[in-house]
Structure formats: C-alpha cells, structure tokens
C-alpha cells in the first residue's frame, strides 16, 4: 500500500533518517543518560519517558528504512492539460453545488484536511488522466459514486513542505 513514491518522497525520508540518527538519536542518548543517573531505575519516571522517546525515535528510524527499502518509484510528471501526481486541481462537485481544490500526492503524503489527497484515493484515482472540462464519474463501492468536473488544473512543483506521514 505505502510503496508508490515519488523521488522526492525517498529524498525527504532520507532526510529525516539522516536527522533522527544524528540529531534525535544523539540527544535521546544524553536524555537517557542524564534520567538514568538520578537513581532507582524502577520509580524513575523521566528514565522510562527517555527510553520511550529513544524507542519510537528507533521505531520511526526503521518504518523509514522499510519503506525506501520496498518502494517502487512512481514518476510524478503529466502532461500540461491533464491530472497528475503533484498537481492542484479545483473541482465541482454536482451533488453538492460545491467547488474544492485538491492537490494530488503519494499515499505517504495525503491529509485530506490540508486538501492533499492520495492517487489511491477514490477521488485521486478518478482524477487522474482527466482534462479540464472532464466529467468523471468518482466510484466508491461497486456501482456506487458521485459526478464531479474538472474546473481548473494547476502544475505545481513539489517544494517539499508537505510532510511524509508517520507518528
């Protein structure tokens, strides 16, 4: 499911690997240090606090691995007047008499509330490959769905602020 990225995705996490081992790593140790000299191990809460920040960094650390490890590395180029990865794209939704503007990401990406939904998502995966003006019809379980029509599509460069999700 997480194995479609983009090379900014892998670059981003690489990153942030790089900054968890010598940033994060670093000064969970000292914290785990500092907490471990006050005493008795066994009612130390700022031991147990250090070890469970220390963890999750090496948890985080080893999710990122992983998931460079076992990517398949998906283009994020499209053509000029159609949808695709990376794009801005303001649609209608007839149901609703209501306009929205999505920008398409990976799924390690996607926020829906910051309006970045995933090309895996029913929407995103309807969008793809559609042209302004396009009706698409959005399927969400069998034969169920919505309409909803392009209105405008806005290549946008990926500048790396959208985060890589994770805990």
Same mark, same amino acid.
């Given at each position: 499911?997480?194995? $479609?990225?983009?090379?900014q /995705?892998?670059?981003?996490?690489?990153?942030?690997?790089?900054?968890?081992?010598?940033?994060?790593?670093?000064?969970?140790?000292?914290?785990?240090?500092?907490?471990r000299?006050?005493?008795?191990?066994?009612?130390?809460?700022e031991?147990?606090?250090?070890?469970?920040?220390?963890?999750?960094n090496e948890?985080?650390? @080893?999710?990122?691995?992983r998931?460079? @490890?076992t990517?398949? #590395?998906?283009?994020?180029?499209?053509? $000029? /007047?159609?949808?695709g990865?990376?794009?801005?794209?303001?649609v209608?939704?007839e %149901?609703? *008499?209501?306009? $929205?503007?999505y920008?398409?990401?990976?799924t390690v @990406? $996607? /926020?829906?509330?910051?309006?970045?939904i995933?090309t895996?998502s029913p929407?995103?995966?309807?969008?793809?490959?559609?042209k302004? %003006?396009?009706?698409?019809? &959005?399927?969400?379980?069998? @034969?169920?769905?919505?309409?909803?029509?392009?209105k405008?599509i806005? *290549?946008? &460069? /990926?500048d %790396?602020?959208?985060? #890589?999700? %994770?805990?």
């Amino acid at each position: 499911m997480y194995n $479609e990225l983009t090379r900014q /995705d892998i670059q981003k996490m690489e990153e942030e690997i790089e900054y968890r081992k010598l940033v994060v790593r670093k000064e969970a140790l000292e914290d785990v240090k500092a907490a471990r000299a006050h005493g008795d191990l066994s009612e130390n809460f700022e031991y147990h606090a250090a070890k469970k920040v220390k963890n999750r960094n090496e948890s985080r650390i @080893r999710y990122l691995e992983r998931m460079i @490890r076992t990517a398949v #590395i998906i283009s994020d180029e499209s053509a $000029e /007047d159609e949808v695709g990865m990376n794009n801005t794209v303001e649609v209608f939704f007839e %149901g609703d *008499n209501l306009t $929205e503007t999505y920008k398409l990401v990976t799924t390690v @990406r $996607e /926020d829906s509330l910051k309006g970045l939904i995933s090309t895996e998502s029913p929407l995103g995966k309807a969008l793809l490959g559609h042209k302004v %003006g396009d009706r698409v019809f &959005v399927e969400l379980a069998g @034969r169920a769905g919505y309409y909803v029509v392009v209105k405008k599509i806005e *290549n946008t &460069v /990926d500048d %790396g602020t959208d985060k #890589i999700r %994770g805990y």
